[in-house]
């Protein structure tokens, strides 16, 4: 099994940025992707960022421009550092890993999913 750690998050006036990161503990092993996902209140989840093996990044549009994933595959860690926070940017968000290759990053997929945190952008 694999557990994900998740933290960074917390309460953030808008136009602020924060740093959320995750750890994978475990069974770990080279994940093919690592990613976020967020779920607002009255929302459905959705697909934030993901980062693949291979070095690719990918964004939603929500949230292109103002976000950058990162990735530490020696610690098994991926950071999603976020700026020009929004209001609507408050969610809960949650760690993603996927072992093997997934035609698409953004769908809810993943074999492994955190607890989620949450981080909430006050206007």
């Known amino acids: 099994q694999v557990q994900l750690g998740e933290s960074g998050g917390g309460l953030v006036q808008a136009g602020g940025s924060l740093r959320l990161s995750c750890v994978a503990s475990?069974?770990?092993?080279?994940?093919?992707?690592m990613g976020w996902f967020r779920q607002a209140p009255g929302k459905e989840r959705e697909f934030v960022a993901a980062h693949t093996w291979s070095g690719n990044t990918y964004y939603s549009d929500s949230v292109k421009g103002r976000a950058t994933i990162s990735r530490d595959s020696d610690k098994n860690t991926v950071y999603l550092q976020m700026n020009s926070l929004k209001p609507e940017d408050t969610a809960v968000y949650y760690c993603v890993v996927n072992r093997n290759y997934l035609e698409r990053v953004d769908r809810p997929d993943y074999d492994y999913w955190g607890q989620g945190i949450q981080v909430t952008i006050s206007s």
């Open positions: 475990g069974r770990t092993f080279s994940f093919w992707s």
